[in-house]
């Protein structure tokens, strides 16, 4: 393991050409290193679910694995230290800072609070479903506000749909399926007015892929005791989907609103893990500037075809095929790529989830193949 670090903090500033090279040599214990451009039914491109294919950080695999001797004890040392460390890493202090096993858990607790309180839920339209859904298995209103457009979320439309039973208001930024951003200085205006009237979640799952001058984080709001929760996730640029951790800020009321004490859904394993990954910025890095090579590549493909899209703020484009989104999934599946489901009311529109610049040259030589 310990060649395999000082491999990939090498690769890190490399061409992705060498790091192909290399790759050859370590595949089984770096798999992130290998694109996979033979792709197979049982081994797909995976552009679908806005997954990091690449995988968890060496460091954060080894903090992973070496937790194993730990994990036959209740994990209350290492939620301390996580929340600390989070606490450390935006500045904020630790009371502030929740922890869940992924971000689902705040969005689902928000929307249970909402239900319990009797109130209606407002958000924008399309965006990510969880809250949206569970509300309406709660018996919540949901008041649904088109995005713009310009494909962003409207924030004066929101403003206008706003009403007095409205008791939590859903944001994400950036929005998925579609990857725009709320401009900063107005989002920070309409949360500064909003929060007055209600709970203000704003869901920053996508927030580390963001290099936009537009935008901000709304945490400074929450250091300032507004009526917000931010909330983020380790399943993205830290490839913890499957290891579930999630964190979130807030005054801490809510917090102790949504965990009692504290939290105990999280397991040992994961949280060290985290801690490893949330350190190893070189790998961040490293995986920002991949992302944005897959960009790229898309990009060229889409401009060649003369496809309209929506410039990308975190790791998946959405783009209009010009055909039905089912289509374009179907016909890529027989190339082994999985591409993103139908998203309404842009029913001709594909997300298609970036991977490994190699894979999404793979996929554009299929594209262009079948569609160009
Ligand atoms: C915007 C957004 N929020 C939250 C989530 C859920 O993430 P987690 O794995 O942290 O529960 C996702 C997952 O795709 C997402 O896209």
């Given at each position: 393991m310990t060649s395999n670090l000082t491999r990939r903090e090498w690769l890190a500033g490399t061409t992705a050409a060498s790091s192909f090279i290399l790759s050859g040599a370590v595949a089984s214990a770096q798999s992130f290193m290998t694109p996979n451009v033979t792709p197979t039914a049982q081994n797909p491109i995976r552009a679908n679910l806005n997954e990091n294919v690449y995988g968890q950080s060496l460091k954060a695999r080894k903090a992973i694995a070496d937790a194993a001797d730990d994990s036959h004890r209740y994990a209350f040392r290492d939620i301390f230290q996580l929340q600390a460390l989070m606490s450390k890493l935006e500045d904020i202090p630790r009371e502030y800072v929740g922890l869940g096993a992924g971000s689902t858990e705040f969005l689902e607790k928000a929307a249970v609070f909402n239900a319990l309180a009797g109130g209606d839920i407002l958000l924008p339209t399309p965006t990510y479903g969880d809250i949206g859904r569970f509300a309406r298995t709660l018996g919540s209103k949901l008041i649904e506000v088109p995005v713009g457009d310009d494909m962003a979320i409207n924030l004066d439309a929101m403003r206008a749909a706003?009403?007095?039973?409205?008791?939590l208001i859903y944001l994400c930024n950036p929005n998925n399926p579609i990857p725009t951003i709320i401009e900063k200085n107005a989002l920070r205006e309409f949360c500064l007015e909003m929060s007055d009237k209600a709970t203000v979640l704003i869901d920053?799952?996508?927030?580390?892929?963001v290099d936009n001058p537009d935008y901000e984080s709304m945490i400074s709001l929450v250091k300032e005791n507004k009526n917000m929760i931010i909330t983020r996730t380790a399943s993205k640029i830290h490839a913890f989907a499957g290891m579930r951790i999630g964190v979130c800020f807030a005054h801490p009321d809510i917090i102790k609103r949504m965990f009692?004490?504290?939290?105990?859904?999280?397991?040992l394993p994961a949280m060290r893990g985290a801690m490893a990954s949330y350190q190893d910025i070189k790998y961040q890095t490293f995986l920002k500037q991949k992302n944005k090579e897959c960009q790229q590549i898309i990009y060229k493909m889409l401009d060649e075809l003369n496809l309209q899209y929506v410039k990308s703020n975190a790791n998946f484009i959405f783009f209009n095929a010009g055909r039905p989104t089912k289509e374009v999934s179907e016909t890529m599946k027989k190339h082994h790529i999985l591409t993103g489901r139908e998203f309404q009311p842009f029913p001709n529109w594909v997300r298609l989830s970036l991977s490994k610049p190699e894979e999404m040259q793979y996929f554009a030589d299929m594209y262009r193949k079948e569609f160009g």
């Open positions: 706003m009403t007095d039973n409205v008791k920053e799952a996508y927030f580390e892929y009692g004490l504290f939290t105990n859904t999280l397991n």
